[in-house]
């Protein structure tokens, strides 16, 4: 069965530091998205991503955060500037289509800021 | 933002017998709800969804209750199983107006005794 794949599982980085985290979804997918857990709390949405562009994003998606398709198979999250409360997982989805049946999640990255 | 609530952290129920679990929104917006299940170290997997135009809709062992002038849904696993212990999710989306976009409730954690 198709994956969303995520690398790295884990990831330890110190305060301010940059982080990119990595996507590779489904092969036919057309929609792509982040979402967040920090531990205890919801799935949150931070941002969704179709024809090369941000479609949507939350109030948690500020200037700190951004994404890319850099090269048609990858989708990444950068976070410029690591802060103690962006420690969560991050998960990573894709879609075939919008409404949300066709979704797809990866197995997610723990951000672990220091 | 509790447009998504699920009122009940944890659930134990004995192998065989019946798993209610249950979701209140507030967003009257909202058209397409789904439920997900979540293992530790994994992302969440999609279980079942309902239209708003439906009031029911079953896949197996799954049946999902939706009730929309209270706004409430439930998930109903019959029987239950010790494989079914994973934390459940219920998520929203508004298909009309949002390219996917999920809002999920807290989650409950079932335990499936054998």
């Known amino acids: 069965e198709p994956e969303v794949t995520q690398t790295p599982s884990h990831q330890v980085t110190q305060m301010g530091q940059e982080v990119i985290l990595r996507c590779v979804p489904i092969?036919?997918?057309?929609?792509f998205y982040w979402y967040r857990q920090i531990l205890g709390q919801k799935v949150e949405f931070l941002v969704s991503?179709?024809?090369?562009?941000?479609?949507?994003k939350s109030e948690i998606f500020d200037d700190q955060f951004s994404v890319e398709r850099p090269d048609g198979s990858n989708f990444t999250l950068k976070i410029r500037s690591t802060k103690l409360e962006d420690s969560a997982m991050y998960f990573c989805?894709?879609?075939?289509?919008?409404?949300?049946?066709?979704?797809?999640f990866g197995s997610g990255t723990r951000l672990t800021v220091v | 933002d509790q447009q998504v609530k699920q009122n009940s952290p944890s659930l134990s129920v004995q192998e065989g017998r019946i798993s209610i679990l249950n979701c209140d929104y507030t967003n009257s917006m909202f058209d397409y709800f789904l439920w997900y299940k979540k293992y530790p170290a994994e992302g969440p997997t999609f279980l079942i969804s309902?239209?708003?135009?439906?009031d029911k809709n079953e896949d197996g062992r799954f049946t999902v209750f939706l009730n929309k002038s209270a706004k409430h849904l439930s998930l109903h696993i019959v029987p239950s199983q010790p494989g079914d212990s994973a934390v459940y999710f219920c998520a929203a989306s508004v298909r009309g107006t949002s390219y996917g976009k999920l809002t999920f409730g807290q989650g409950t954690i079932l335990t499936v005794h054998p």
């Open positions: 092969s036919n997918h057309l929609y």
């Open positions: 989805a894709s879609s075939e289509w919008t409404g949300a049946y066709g979704y797809t």
């Open positions: 991503f179709y024809n090369n562009e941000i479609s949507e």
């Open positions: 309902i239209s708003s135009i439906k």
